[in-house]
Antibody, heavy 115, light 112 residues
Framework: EVQVLESGGGLVQPGGSLRLSCAAS????????MSWVRQAPGKGLEWVSA????????YYADSVKGRFTIFRDNSKNTLYLQMNSLRAEDTAVYFC????????WGQGTPVTVSS | DVVVTQSPLSLPVTLGQPASISCRSS???????????LNWFQQRPGQSPRRLIY???YRDSGVPDRFSGSGSGTEFTLTISRVESEDVGVYYC?????????FGQGTKVEIK
């Protein structure tokens, strides 16, 4: 059974940092690109970032470019999102999704940026 | 960036009746590999999104056959042939051809 389990969310002050993790199982992780998508409270889905199978290619939404970094550890079947210089508008539930077409989603981890 | 526009944003439907959602992209979605990467997602209240349709018209495993996708170029449609109560939620399209990926605003389906 495919599973992706996000963790690492929480409350952080503006300007702070947070690292999200996504533990994958039930599929051959190294053969899939991976994605992060977020959803602000009461709002729609916003694509955030994606990464290729090897990690050699990464892609970002303009809203997070230069502040967020996506990377993966294929030996641990884990995807990460390093979030720096956080802003109030980054407050959202962050979902990890399998593939660059987001074919399977986790339950999400909430991130709140507030003083 | 490719702008993806859904309509309507709210769709009251009668149980057992059909429903259609439109998704339009500001650029064509044919990839250099020949595929058109247009996906549809369902998000039920309080749940994570679930992909229903990929490459315009292919249903994901376990998706009821009352859901169908169609379209080409820049115009796409999700159709529910007979709406059931479990179909209540928000539906999103997402273009998966160009970087960055972009979602439509979402269409809220509710029962009249």
């Amino acid at each position: 059974e495919v599973q992706v389990l996000e963790s690492g969310g929480g409350l952080v002050q503006p300007g702070g940092s947070l690292r999200l993790s996504c533990a994958a199982s039930g599929f051959t992780f190294i053969t899939y690109g991976m994605s992060w998508v977020r959803q602000a409270p009461g709002k729609g889905l916003e694509w955030v970032s994606a990464i290729s199978t090897s990690g050699g290619s990464t892609y970002y939404a303009d809203s997070v470019k230069g502040r967020f970094t996506i990377f993966r550890d294929n030996s641990k079947n884990t995807l990460y999102l390093q979030m720096n210089s956080l802003r109030a508008e980054d407050t959202a539930v962050y979902f990890c999704a399998k593939g660059t077409q987001c074919d399977y989603w986790g339950q999400g981890t909430p991130v709140t940026v507030s003083s | 960036d490719v702008v993806v526009t859904q309509s309507p944003l709210s769709l009251p439907v009668t149980l057992g009746q059909p429903a259609s959602i439109s998704c339009r992209s500001s650029q064509g979605l044919v990839h250099s590999d020949g595929n058109t990467y247009l996906n549809w997602f369902q998000q039920r209240p309080g749940q994570s999104p679930r992909r229903l349709i990929y490459k315009v018209s292919y249903r994901d495993s376990g998706v009821p056959d009352r859901f169908s996708g169609s379209g080409s170029g820049t115009e796409f449609t999700l159709t529910i042939s007979r709406v059931e109560s479990e179909d209540v939620g928000v539906y999103y399209c997402m273009q998966g051809t160009h970087w960055p990926r972009t979602f439509g605003q979402g269409t809220k389906v509710e029962i009249k």
